[in-house]
């Protein structure tokens, strides 16, 4: 079992920048890739950005592409989401996900923590 825990999120203006925490505990997450991903209302959960936990290689949606930044802190076992120049249609809830895969597909993700409200601001 694979405990996720966000925080981070909060009320911030287009242009501004927020970090994101994911805090994994319980089973080894070596072979796992970790994921974010978001949801607006009334909107389908979609892809964010994912890490492989071991070899530290990462994708990330078009859409966040070069704004964006996944990384992980090994020691700490925690995967961060640094969001820079924000835009009000990232206002989403923030969602991290632990999976085998990796993907950019939610329902290939087994574990969910429970989402951080991030809201952007014009």
């Known amino acids: 079992q694979v405990q996720l825990v966000e925080s981070g999120g909060g009320l911030v203006q287009a242009g501004g920048s927020l970090r994101l925490s994911c805090a994994a505990s319980?089973?080894?997450?070596?072979?796992?890739?970790m994921g974010w991903f978001r949801q607006a209302p009334g909107k389908e959960r979609e892809f964010v950005a994912t890490i492989r936990w071991s070899s530290g290689r990462t994708h990330y949606a078009d859409s966040v592409k070069g704004r964006f930044t996944i990384s992980r802190d090994n020691a700490k076992n925690t995967v961060y989401l640094q969001m820079n120049s924000l835009k009000p249609e990232d206002t989403a809830v923030y969602y991290c996900a632990a999976g085998d895969l990796g993907t950019t597909v939610p329902a290939s993700y087994e574990y969910w923590g429970q989402g951080t409200q991030v809201t952007v601001s014009s």
């Open positions: 319980g089973r080894t997450l070596s072979s796992y890739a």
